[in-house]
């Protein structure tokens, strides 16, 4: 079974910056798309990031550009989200997800990490 780890996440004020990290085990990834997901009480699962691993392509909720970069580490089986100008509105739980193939929609990704929480304050 694929395990799928989040880090990295915690209190942090408006505008501020923190770096999530998630660690993967249990098979190769070469042929996965690695995503980041967050949701937030009372909201539904909502897409920020992808990148495919063997290319290395990546994918952005619109919302995301410019503020959030997603990178790989394919020695350390390792996938970033480095959040910058964090907003109040960022605040939500964190998940990392792979899946064959990219995708959007998180019916579609089968191995989920536990989250980790990110808050921003006002």
């Known amino acids: 079974q694929v395990q799928l780890v989040e880090s990295g996440g915690g209190l942090v004020q408006a505008g501020g910056s923190l770096r999530l990290s998630c660690a993967a085990s249990?098979?190769?990834?070469?042929?996965?798309?690695m995503a980041w997901f967050r949701q937030a009480p009372g909201k539904e699962r909502e897409f920020v990031a992808s990148i495919r691993w063997s290319s290395g392509n990546m994918d952005y909720a619109e919302s995301m550009k410019g503020r959030f970069t997603i990178a790989r580490d394919n020695t350390e089986n390792t996938i970033s989200l480095q959040m910058n100008n964090l907003k109040p509105e960022d605040t939500a739980v964190y998940y990392c997800?792979?899946?064959?193939?990219?995708?959007?929609?998180?019916?579609?990704?089968?191995?989920w990490g536990q989250g980790t929480q990110v808050t921003v304050s006002s």
């Open positions: 249990g098979r190769s990834f070469s042929a996965y798309t």
């Open positions: 997800a792979a899946r064959l193939f990219g995708s959007r929609n998180p019916k579609d990704y089968g191995y």
